[in-house]
């Protein structure tokens, strides 16, 4: 599924044959849909909705870093 990323004005919209996926974004958040889109397609991840070991992680060390 070939993933379009058109530019109009100052904001980014990401498109599929099947429809929009973002309207009104920015280049770098764009490019991640499109990133997400492609692995989706032609990997086996799917998304669960849980976030990441990583951001869990990330999360706990800036809660702890504003109670200091």
């Known amino acids: 599924m070939p993933v ?3 530019k109009k ?3 980014y919209s990401v498109s ?3 429809g929009t996926k973002a ?3 920015s280049l ?3 490019l991640a849909q499109r990133n ?3 692995a989706v397609e032609h990997s086996s991840w799917r ?3 849980k976030p990441s070991q990583m951001a ?4 706990v060390m800036k809660m702890r870093a504003k109670k200091k």
């Not at 869990?56 to 999360?59: A, D, T």
Request: hydrophobic content about 20%.
């Open 36 to 38: 997400l889109l492609n």
């Open 4 to 6: 379009t990323i058109s």
């Open 23 to 25: 309207k009104s974004t």
């Open 28 to 30: 770098r958040k764009a």
């Open 56 to 59: 869990m992680k990330k999360h």
């Open 47 to 49: 998304p669960t909705g």
């Open 9 to 11: 004005d100052h904001s």
């Open 16 to 18: 599929t044959p099947s």
